[in-house]
Nanobody
């Protein structure tokens, strides 16, 4: 049975940074396409980062480096680092993984989410 446990969400001031963690059981992150998604109140879920399984780099930057996804094979974990947080980053954040080769075919496995609130 595949299970993801996310942590690291919370209340952060604008301009701050945060690192979300996602630990998997029943699946290896280093052999799957992985990504982070978010859903803000009243909005549809959107993709934040996605790393195809063909990419072996341990850290990948997105959106001009404001978002970084990394993997730790030893811990079977993945992380999302967010810099320069803005109020519009407030959302429920989900880690996800897929056996697909790219990011366009959807994700098969999802965590339950962790809430990030950006406010002063």
């Amino acid at each position: 049975q595949v299970q993801f446990v996310e942590s690291g969400g919370g209340l952060v001031q604008p301009g701050g940074s945060l690192r979300l963690s996602c630990v998997a059981s029943g699946l290896r992150f280093d052999t799957h396409t992985i990504g982070w998604f978010r859903q803000a109140p009243g909005k549809e879920r959107e993709r934040v980062t996605c790393v195809p399984k063909s990419i072996s780099a341990p850290r990948v930057n997105f959106k001009e480096g404001r978002f970084t996804t990394s993997r730790d094979s030893a811990k079977n974990a993945m992380y999302l680092e967010i810099n320069n947080l803005r109020p519009e980053d407030t959302a429920q954040y989900y880690c996800a993984a897929s056996s697909n080769v790219d990011c366009e075919r959807g994700m098969n496995y999802w965590g339950k989410g962790t809430l990030v609130t950006v406010s002063s």
